[in-house]
Structure formats: structure tokens, C-alpha cells
């Protein structure tokens, strides 16, 4: 009797010490614990606190989605502050992009600076040269060069790889003169075929992180996300009344 006590005594301890253990778990650890059981496809960056009150903000890659802390609801649409007139989750949605963006160096895109050289702003755009959007943001792109705001493009074949707008941005990718084949491309003119070795798959891999459901879309260096054509005059503007988004 006097053992089984004992016994009673320590299991009651251990449980007790249990419970104490996962109440010391914060709420994101708990939250991360239950995506991995119920989400476990569901690559999780981070988990942070949202906006709204008793909802966690659960990032994966580019994505946002939002979920009670057991992990059990989830959230869909956006977070709009109605004070301030801002879509909350479009604005941290979009910093997340530019950040996965600024990870491929200049020299993996097709750019298309001023005269100089020199432009400090820039906007980031998706293409194919089969985009009838795409081809009328092309033929404004002097008038955005000439505002010193660097246009650079990372290539979707929106037919896919096997396909012939593959074959054409390949092509302008191999091109002695990126720039010449991009317009000539993109106005009806010809490209001489080439093949070379090219960064083509990994801007595929990138616009499915980010989301990608059309060309062209647009990212502008204060993290503005804008799905299809935006006039030339508006993207300068955009950008005029912006600062650039810091990154670490």
C-alpha cells in the first residue's frame, strides 16, 4: 500500500510537471506544434502576433496566412486598417516579396537603366514577351528610364518551359545585346535563337513564391505589389512619392 502511494505520488508529479512544461510554451511554439501536426506540407518561416488581436500572422516563403493559436482556423482575406485607408496584409505581403526578390543579383535580370547608368530607384517586372500588357509597358519604358528608375525584368514564360516564349526569352537571355533582343522581341521584330545557360527556371521558381497568377506584374522598390499593367507616368509617380523599402 504504503509503495502504491509512493507510486500515486510520483505519477501526480509528473503529470503536474507536464502540464507546467507545456504551459511554459509560448504561443507561437504551441501554434508551430499544431501546424506540424494538422499543416505539415505548410513550409513555416516565422510566426509572429497580427494586427488583430488573438490571431497570429503565420509567414511561409512570400505568404501570409493568419490563424488562431491552437492552429485550428484559419483566417482568409486581408487585414485593413480603415483609420488609415491601408490594406495591412497587401503592405507586409509585398515587403516579404521584395525580400525574396532582392535575393537574385542584378546580373540574373534583364535591366534597362537611363543614360548614366546610374538610377538608384527601380522597379522589378515579371514578363513575357507574348504579354500584350507586358508589350505595352515595354514601349512606355523610355519614359520610365528617362525619370532615372531602372526597369528590371525577370522572365516567366507564361506557356511554360517547353514552350515557345521559353525558347524566345532564352534567346533575348543570350543575346550579345539583352536589352536590343528584349525590345525587338517585344515590338514584333525577330531574335536570332540561342541557347546558353540561363537563370529562366529559377524566376519561375520565384514568381510561384510569390504568387504569381498573371504577367506582368509589378513590384516597385518600396515593396507595392501591382498585378498587371500600370501606366508609365503612374509607376514614375508611385515611385516619386515613395522611399525605397531598407533591406537588411
Given at each position: 500500500m504504503k509503495l502504491n502511494r509512493i507510486l500515486a505520488s510520483l505519477c501526480i508529479c509528473c503529470i503536474a510537471g507536464m502540464a507546467t512544461a507545456q504551459d511554459e510554451k509560448t504561443p507561437e511554439q504551441q501554434l508551430r506544434e499544431s501546424l506540424a501536426e494538422l499543416a505539415p506540407d505548410l513550409p513555416v518561416t516565422a510566426i509572429a502576433e497580427s494586427p488583430l488581436p488573438?490571431?497570429?500572422?503565420?509567414?511561409?516563403?512570400?505568404?501570409?496566412?493568419?490563424?488562431?493559436?491552437?492552429?485550428?482556423?484559419?483566417?482568409?482575406?486581408?487585414?485593413?486598417?480603415?483609420?488609415?485607408?491601408?490594406?495591412?496584409?497587401?503592405?507586409?505581403?509585398?515587403?516579404?516579396?521584395?525580400?525574396?526578390?532582392?535575393?537574385?543579383?542584378?546580373?540574373?535580370?534583364?535591366?534597362?537603366?537611363?543614360?548614366?547608368?546610374?538610377?538608384?530607384?527601380?522597379?522589378?517586372?515579371?514578363?513575357?514577351?507574348?504579354?500584350?500588357?507586358?508589350?505595352?509597358?515595354?514601349?512606355?519604358?523610355d519614359m520610365i528610364t528617362d525619370a532615372d528608375i531602372k526597369v528590371r525584368y525577370l522572365m516567366f514564360p507564361r506557356a511554360g518551359m517547353e514552350s515557345a516564349s521559353f525558347?524566345?526569352?532564352?534567346?533575348?537571355?543570350?543575346?550579345?545585346?539583352?536589352?536590343?533582343a528584349m525590345t525587338a522581341a517585344k515590338t514584333g521584330g525577330s531574335v536570332a535563337e540561342a541557347t546558353c545557360d540561363n537563370p529562366i527556371q529559377s524566376h519561375v521558381d520565384l514568381a510561384g513564391r510569390v504568387g504569381l497568377r498573371g504577367t506582368p506584374l509589378i513590384y516597385l522598390d518600396d515593396g507595392t505589389k501591382i498585378p498587371g499593367y500600370r501606366p508609365a507616368n503612374e509607376l514614375i509617380q508611385m515611385i516619386n512619392d515613395s522611399e525605397p523599402m531598407a533591406m537588411k
Amino acid at each position: 500500500m504504503k509503495l502504491n502511494r509512493i507510486l500515486a505520488s510520483l505519477c501526480i508529479c509528473c503529470i503536474a510537471g507536464m502540464a507546467t512544461a507545456q504551459d511554459e510554451k509560448t504561443p507561437e511554439q504551441q501554434l508551430r506544434e499544431s501546424l506540424a501536426e494538422l499543416a505539415p506540407d505548410l513550409p513555416v518561416t516565422a510566426i509572429a502576433e497580427s494586427p488583430l488581436p488573438g490571431v497570429y500572422e503565420v509567414v511561409s516563403e512570400g505568404q501570409i496566412y493568419y490563424l488562431t493559436p491552437d492552429g485550428r482556423f484559419m483566417v482568409e482575406g486581408s487585414i485593413i486598417d480603415l483609420e488609415n485607408r491601408v490594406n495591412l496584409s497587401e503592405q507586409r505581403r509585398g515587403n516579404l516579396q521584395l525580400a525574396l526578390i532582392h535575393e537574385v543579383p542584378e546580373d540574373q535580370m534583364v535591366v534597362f537603366n537611363n543614360e548614366s547608368n546610374d538610377a538608384t530607384r527601380w522597379i522589378t517586372v515579371f514578363t513575357d514577351t507574348d504579354c500584350g500588357f507586358c508589350q505595352k509597358l515595354h514601349r512606355e519604358i523610355d519614359m520610365i528610364t528617362d525619370a532615372d528608375i531602372k526597369v528590371r525584368y525577370l522572365m516567366f514564360p507564361r506557356a511554360g518551359m517547353e514552350s515557345a516564349s521559353f525558347r524566345e526569352l532564352q534567346s533575348v537571355w543570350c543575346a550579345a545585346d539583352q536589352q536590343e533582343a528584349m525590345t525587338a522581341a517585344k515590338t514584333g521584330g525577330s531574335v536570332a535563337e540561342a541557347t546558353c545557360d540561363n537563370p529562366i527556371q529559377s524566376h519561375v521558381d520565384l514568381a510561384g513564391r510569390v504568387g504569381l497568377r498573371g504577367t506582368p506584374l509589378i513590384y516597385l522598390d518600396d515593396g507595392t505589389k501591382i498585378p498587371g499593367y500600370r501606366p508609365a507616368n503612374e509607376l514614375i509617380q508611385m515611385i516619386n512619392d515613395s522611399e525605397p523599402m531598407a533591406m537588411k
